[in-house]
């Protein structure tokens, strides 16, 4: 094409972009201009023209009334433009995250402040009032928005090139969600990407976008082994269409296999045939839809924060970009609510002598830095509460995710030294709750407390939503503990390799007599499926609460996401996944230890000593001798000479396991050998409940044994591990045994009285 062979000159006219230098052979066969970075002067010079057409167009002006018109005002000036111009310059070379912002960030700049309302703030601009830079500061945290602190440093570099003349004025700051709602509102902005961690943005923009006029439609990418294929991703491309097509906000997130698909959609690259804007769509190599675009339609991308550095720069210069996090929309009254509930969580999980060993973390299941924020901004939706009621309302919350081993340590906390009379209190109310009787208790006590309510006329027809931590196995049959309660669909998020496999299931439930649905999930194999099931879950409840509302009679259903949490040493905290609920979930959280009814109540141990706990059905020395008693013999080095057969020893073992007296002797030498032991170690410590507290406190016995009960067993299986083999160790070294434990023939208690 570039070379014809018949000497005539083609037909058709060839301009070839790259974004990287070619080499010699292709730049040599055609005109080659190189386009260096654009200088201030060209920066200047193109903000000129983008301002003089956007007045050519004469653009309805945002939020005015139909019929308004822009006057040709020249805003920005030229002054404020060399102003622009010489600030993105300077902090384009000064990016911390290079390529992160770009030259489609300070075009739509000066295309946001042309387009604004000339005529609202021309009055201020005359005067060279403050307005004017408030508004140019507002347009600078829109365009220049993503980055901590960055957004501030281009405005102090905009305002030290403008006070050069002007008025001097200081730098000022907008709330992230009045950014979000200026370019949802304004119809010439660019789509925009909030840039988040974990799900604290889809809890805030559902507050913000509340009384937004427009619907909303979230689509989460599922990373489901069989959703990796291009007919998922035709099938989301698909729902994707039909919303464009409708006057509403989409949020997309965890799609990055499709966004190329996009590309038109995200460029709002449009082609308008009879006033309607449509746009290409690629469904495959083969097919480019023209697609309809609704003149309201606006869309939301939502990326991880830690993803942006592997994020392409193209990519992110096509949106307008805001990072919301809640420490972005807290105020300072909630700020300093958080910094004390900071100080409060770290005093009260943390023990002395033993700070590396737990933390805030282990206290409080599903802790992380969105914890304490989404909390504080869930809790004071009511702003009646003086800051002191915020505080106490919030830590009554935590102790309902709260574990029992932390509790139990709070007793050894910083905090305990100076407020042991709060400790106490909330220790006592703490353990009066009924999840402590595992989860069908509970789960009784919540269907109760929500017929109250709806005695109360308090609507209580979608049921409760829970989200129930616990430390107990995942493979825990979760139906057999809620007999008595209905029926129970139980389902395990790793049993799925699709998100079409799960919502067919989960929308099974819908439709059958069940009235409870479980899903078990493994936050150490499901962190990645966790956000979208809890998604399908709530469009389906959402679904049938609104045929409810037609008058349609339908049984009421709850439904139970079950996180079970691994206990981890400290080494593996730190690269855990993140799978968290915020408290803005709308979901309730609570933590239940051990989802079976326990053997025994924690309150009941508390209020006994651990040589009377041996006299109990539940700690019976009996068992746990008979248990322990094959283990002390392994313990014994012999003489190879005296070594006895294993056939030997099982048969006195049995022996010993048949005989009420042998036992009792070893229980009451074992019983006075701990009660020594007791008043050797408790020393500093007239409680009753001390050694529960110790056991609280041994990382290594609560990571071995998951749940505080199976730590309390290990516990009494050492008690008594240690005294009953030292009892058989002497016996075997001294040839002690009694004879009868050798004879095939019953045994005589008087005999064994005598020994």
Not at 183 to 209: C, E, P, V, W, Y
Not at 461 to 477: A, D, F, P, Q, R
Request: hydrophobic share 35%.
């Amino acid at each position: 094409l570039l070379e014809p062979d018949n000497g005539q000159l083609p037909d058709v006219a060839v301009v070839g972009i790259s974004n990287w230098c070619l080499d010699p052979a292709k730049m040599n066969r055609a005109i080659h201009l190189s386009r260096p970075e654009p200088g201030i002067q060209d920066l200047f010079e193109t903000g000129q023209s983008i301002r003089e057409a956007q007045l050519e167009q004469g653009n309805p002006v945002v939020d005015t009334p139909p019929g308004y018109f822009h006057t040709p005002c020249s805003y920005p000036d030229d002054y404020q433009l060399h102003c622009l111009a010489k600030a993105y310059q300077e902090y384009q070379v000064g990016q911390t995250h290079e390529n992160f912002h770009g030259l489609r960030d300070y075009y739509s700049l000066v295309k946001s402040l042309s387009s604004s309302n000339c005529g609202k703030y021309r009055t201020d601009h005359q005067d060279g009032g403050k307005t004017t830079t408030t508004r140019t500061q507002r347009a600078l945290q829109r365009n220049f928005g993503g980055l901590p602190f960055e957004s501030s440093n281009i405005q102090q570099l905009f305002l030290g090139y403008f006070q050069l003349e002007r008025v001097l004025e200081g730098t000022q700051s907008f709330p992230v969600t009045d950014l979000i709602c200026d370019n949802l509102h304004d119809k010439f902005a660019r789509h925009m990407m909030i840039i988040t961690n974990g799900d604290s943005a889809i809890g805030i923009l559902d507050q913000t976008l509340k009384n937004l006029e427009k619907e909303k439609v979230t689509i989460f990418g599922s990373r489901f082994e069989e959703d990796q294929s291009e007919e998922y991703n035709y099938n989301i491309l698909s729902r994707i269409i039909l919303c464009m097509e409708r006057n509403c906000v989409l949020i997309l997130r965890d799609l990055e296999s499709i966004y190329g698909s996009l590309y038109d959609m995200l460029n709002q690259n449009y082609t308008v045939v009879g006033q309607k804007k449509n746009c290409r769509v690629a469904l495959g190599p083969f097919s480019n839809p023209m697609c309809p675009v609704h003149d309201g339609f606006r869309c939301i991308v939502l990326i991880d924060e830690q993803r942006v550095d592997y994020t392409d720069p193209p990519f992110l210069n096509r949106f307008e970009k805001q990072l919301l996090r809640y420490s972005d929309v807290l105020n300072e009254d909630q700020t300093e609510v958080i910094s004390w509930l900071k100080g409060w969580t770290k005093a009260i999980s943390t023990v002395p002598e033993l700070e590396s060993h737990f933390n805030e973390t282990d206290m409080f299941l599903g802790f992380n830095d969105d914890t304490l924020p989404s909390l504080v901004l869930h809790l004071n939706k009511d702003k009646s509460f003086t800051k002191h009621q915020l505080v106490e309302l919030c830590k009554q919350e935590l102790m309902s995710i709260a574990t029992p081993d932390g509790v139990l340590r709070s007793l050894r906390s910083e905090l305990s030294k100076t407020k042991m009379d709060e400790v106490q209190l909330l220790f006592d109310n703490y353990f009066s709750k009924p999840v402590h009787y595992g989860l069908g208790e509970y789960l009784r006590k919540v269907e109760e407390d929500l017929q109250t309510e709806s005695d109360d006329k308090t609507d209580t027809s979608g049921g409760m939503k829970l989200v129930i931590m616990t430390h107990s196995n995942i493979h825990t049959n979760v139906a057999q503990y809620l007999t008595g309660l209905g029926n129970c669909q139980a389902e395990k998020l790793s049993a799925f390799k699709s998100e079409k496999q799960l919502a067919k299931q989960l929308q099974s439930f819908w439709t059958s007599d069940a009235n409870i649905l479980v899903l078990q999930c493994k936050p150490d194999l499901d962190a990645a499926h966790m956000l979208v099931a809890k998604h399908l879950i709530e469009d389906q409840r959402n679904a049938y609460i609104s045929s409810k509302a037609g008058n349609v009679e339908r049984p009421c259903k709850h439904v139970c996401i079950i996180v079970h949490v691994q206990r981890a040493s400290k080494s593996k905290v730190v690269g855990s996944p993140q799978w968290q609920f915020s408290f803005l979930s709308g979901w309730k959280q609570v933590t239940i230890d051990t989802l079976e009814e326990p053997v025994m109540s924690i309150m009941a141990l508390l209020e006994t000593n651990v040589t009377d706990l041996l006299d109990t059905e539940s700690f019976s020395f009996k068992r746990i001798a008979s248990d322990q008693l094959l283990w002390c013999f392994t313990r014994i080095k012999y003489l190879s000479v005296q070594q006895p057969t294993l056939d030997e020893v099982l048969h006195l073992v049995k022996q010993l396991k048949s005989s009420p007296m042998m036992m009792k002797c070893f229980k009451e030498i074992v019983v006075n050998l701990l009660r020594k032991e007791e008043n050797r170690k408790f020393h500093d410590s007239t409680q009753s409940s001390s050694w529960l507290v110790r056991v609280a406190s041994d990382r290594l016995a609560l990571v071995n044994s998951s749940t505080l009960v199976a730590a309390i067993e290990h516990h009494f299986n050492h008690l008594i591990q240690q005294p009953l083999a030292k009892i058989v160790y002497f016996l075997e070294k001294e040839s002690a045994w009694p004879k009868e434990m050798f004879s095939s023939e019953p045994t005589s208690d008087d005999r064994l009285h005598l020994w």
